[in-house]
């Protein structure tokens, strides 16, 4: 089916319970084509960038940021995205050429890829002096569950978390999304034996969505139900790196490391995981970067031969 735009929506199942559900087909096939990643590191995005998605929808403050990293200690690597409050979203993988042979399951090796032995680390930075900071062992290493487990452990909230993404024949992305059900505080046990009946039904989510848009989706799982949708917002792949930035990156390395990049290799490319973008540091640019980064904190050791800071 063509995706018109990518959607997050928010609801609400009576007052019992928090939905959150994603459309983002088109965000994943962007992400894929700048990664030029491999099908399983696309699948990997697709399903923590899903799940990302979900969790930047309960950011409050406009200011609000959140990074997702799991790292099971499998051959695809550390998987990072970061997202804010609006929706704007960054993602990368360690391996995006990852590849490994099929496991137990039918379908790719998800679960090969991202390992078990580790964790998923969520860090929220909501403008307090200390960003605030979870972290939970891998369950399966299949990254829905491992977000579920997270929840339930890490902020004592039960949840049904399913994430999935779907390949064309030509590796493209087909579709990509999921679904967060979060029960409330005080929600009714016949609510949540609903929800437990339906898990099926739910679990179908990312699926149901290759063929029909998210709100036909959403009446089709939550038929009967009193559900209401708050918010529609659209989620976005923007990357918010500069040269300014990647400048602060290089003069944390020290004056000893630029020097041997000023006169080694005249000059220095840094590539932005995230984006793929390519920032060039010629000679005189290092120095300059150089000057400051030996300014005032060091101001003894090794500054012989050092240019003028001025
Ligand atoms: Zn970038």
Not at 5 to 31: F, H, K, T
């Amino acid at each position: 089916m063509k995706k018109d735009n990518d959607i997050l929506l928010q609801g609400l199942i009576g007052e019992d319970m928090a939905v959150y559900a994603c459309d983002i087909s088109r965000l994943v096939e962007e992400i894929r084509q700048t990664h030029d990643a491999s099908p399983i590191a696309t699948i990997i995005l697709g399903r923590a960038l899903a799940a990302a998605v979900m969790m930047c929808a309960t950011l409050k403050n406009d200011t609000d940021r959140l990074t997702l990293m799991i790292n099971g200690g499998g051959p695809v690597g550390n998987i990072i995205v970061v997202g804010n409050a609006e929706l704007e979203m960054k993602a990368y993988v360690g391996d995006p050429g990852v590849d490994v042979p099929p496991g137990d399951k039918p379908g790719f090796n998800i679960a090969g890829a991202v390992g078990t032995d580790g964790f998923v680390t969520v860090s929220k930075d909501l403008g307090l002096r200390e960003p605030y900071v979870g972290r939970t062992p891998l369950v399966s290493g299949e990254i829905g569950e491992d977000i579920a487990a997270y929840y339930l452990q890490s902020e004592q909230q039960p949840s049904v978390v399913f994430v999935n993404t779907w390949l064309e024949t030509d590796m493209s992305v087909i579709n990509a999304g999921g679904i967060t059900i979060k029960p409330m505080p005080g929600c009714s046990e016949e609510m949540l034996t609903e929800i437990e009946n339906r898990i099926g039904e739910i679990s179908n989510f990312p699926m149901y969505l290759m063929s029909e848009d998210i709100d036909k989706v959403m009446d089709r799982i939550f038929a009967g139900m009193d559900l209401t949708i708050l918010e529609r917002r659209q989620p976005r792949l923007v990357c918010d790196c500069s040269k300014e930035r990647f400048a602060g990156v290089l003069a944390t390395l020290g004056p000893e490391e630029l020097t041997k990049m000023i006169e080694e290799d005249g000059g220095t490319e840094i590539v932005c995981s995230f984006c793929n973008k390519k920032y060039n540091f010629d000679a005189g640019e290092l120095e300059e970067i150089r000057s400051h980064a030996s300014a005032p904190e060091q101001p003894s050791a090794g500054t012989e031969g050092e240019p003028n800071g001025g």
